[in-house]
């Protein structure tokens, strides 16, 4: 087999990719390089494990082995890539060296940990093999606090309360998901988890965790203590861009890559969670399955720029699910807001009187498709 195109990664991105390159071309020579078993899940439902009383062994939806047979290409599993020889296209491994004729990174991000005492002792569940690692203690655990009122945060404080946990969700912001929406537009959904018997503690921090029998002492800023059996951190994701740095590639928040997916080298190329495209990063999976469409088309000798509709955000509460898209922060906005007892409409406008933004909730949610085609392209 020729060099061919070799893709770092094994996750969702990494996937996508194979499956679309596989579809437009059935022969040309695809090699995955992975650090875990290459197994394909459905990520997203990491945040409804224990309501849906899910093992990480019945998550799994295909083998690596399987996946690799029926996309026919070469899949190195549990194999680590140590650094990227750019001068001789080669990747270095503790399998010895791997040539590439054109690269992709498709490296992920990993999940933040707070930055402070004890924080060795939160577990995050922001892949298969971290919910194995701590399946027992989860399913277990009565006591649980969640630190991050974000997307994932509240998904998982919602389902564990669902499931009959006593759950205590943390965030130094004073409403819940402080990245999406402004804080009235959350009141229904804070009320959902409040009615789920979620504790809430906004506008405070976990100031330290102490190993306390077997589980944690968690210290508020406040000054409240409290016994948990566990501490879930979900404050986000760090792209993984160490192995790009450290070949030389241009690197921010996550890796730089141009329209087209490329880096600054123009053999290797960037997908998914760690990729940097127009200076955002986008950990979502609308974009990474049209850039894995884009990418296929440059990879294949025909250079596709992506372009990026107006994209729908899905919050899977589902107490009271909300859907959004457009831009739904910022002080210029003005709001229509529909809002009873079924569910919630609004609609964002612009210093120009054009909408730009919506959010729908509760039994509105047929509404989104709607008002997405509203939005500018």
């Not at 991105?13 to 078993?37: N, W």
Request: net charge neutral.
């Amino acid at each position: 087999m020729s060099a061919g195109i070799v893709i770092v990664g094994g996750g969702f991105a990494a996937q996508q990719l194979v499956r679309t390159l596989r579809k437009r071309d059935g022969a040309v020579p695809i090699r995955l390089v992975t650090a875990d078993s290459g197994d394909e899940y459905n990520k997203p439902d990491l945040s409804h494990v224990v309501s849906r009383a899910s093992s990480s062994a019945a998550m799994v939806r295909l083998r690596g082995s399987e996946f690799a047979e029926q996309q026919r290409i070469v899949l190195q599993p549990h194999c680590r890539v140590e650094a990227i020889d750019r001068e001789r296209a080669c990747l270095r491994t503790p399998q010895g060296e791997i040539p590439y004729g054109q690269l992709v990174l498709a490296t992920g991000a990993r999940a933040l940990r707070p930055d402070m005492p004890g924080s060795e002792l939160m577990v995050t569940l922001n892949s298969l093999a971290e919910y194995a690692a701590v399946e027992t203690r989860l399913a277990r655990a009565r006591r649980v606090m969640v630190l991050g009122a974000g997307l994932i945060g509240c998904e998982l404080a919602m389902d564990l309360a669902s499931a009959g946990r006593e759950v205590t969700l943390v965030d130094l912001a004073p409403s819940l998901l402080p990245s999406l929406l402004p804080a009235p537009l959350a009141q229904p959904l804070q009320q959902a988890l409040l009615d789920v018997g979620v504790t809430l503690r906004l506008g405070q921090g976990i100031a330290r965790l102490d190993a306390h029998d077997e589980g944690v002492l968690a210290t508020l800023t406040g000054g409240e203590r409290s016994e948990q059996d566990l501490a879930i951190a979900a404050i986000g994701l760090r792209p993984n861009i160490e192995l790009a740095a450290a070949a030389g590639l241009e690197v921010g928040r996550g890796i730089r890559v141009d329209a087209l997916l490329r880096t600054s080298d123009p053999r290797i190329f960037a997908l998914g969670d760690g990729a940097q495209w127009q200076d955002q990063c986008l950990p979502f999976l609308q974009p990474i399955v049209l850039g894995a469409n884009a990418l296929t088309g440059t990879l294949l000798g025909h250079p596709t720029a992506l372009a990026l509709p107006p994209m729908l955000v899905k919050v899977k509460t589902p107490g009271y699910p909300l859907q959004l898209a457009g831009r739904t922060l910022g002080e210029d906005l003005r709001w229509q807001i529909e809002w009873d007892c079924r569910g919630l409409q609004a609609r964002a406008e612009d210093g120009a009187g054009q909408v730009c933004g919506f959010v729908v909730g509760g039994d509105r949610m047929s509404a989104a498709f709607p008002l997405l085609r509203e939005l500018p392209r």
